[in-house]
């Protein structure tokens, strides 16, 4: 995984949370899903990223 999609999926991960906390302050049950959501595509992105790297280590 290059370092750059690891930052990305960091940052989307990031973003999520934020989002998430400031649904939960403002009671935005939509802002607090969309923050899940950016969360759980940050967390695919690092799972996929994770196997591409495993497979790269095992081919060298």
Do not use: F, S, Y
């Not at 935005?28 to 996929?48: L, P, S, T």
């Amino acid at each position: 995984m290059g370092l750059d999609e690891k930052a990305k999926a960091a940052a989307k991960n990031l973003e999520g949370k934020a989002q998430e906390a400031a649904g939960k302050m403002a009671d935005n049950k939509e802002a607090q899903a969309k923050g899940k959501a950016k969360q759980v595509e940050a967390e695919a992105r690092q799972a996929a990223e994770n196997v591409k790297d495993g497979v790269k280590d095992a081919i060298d």
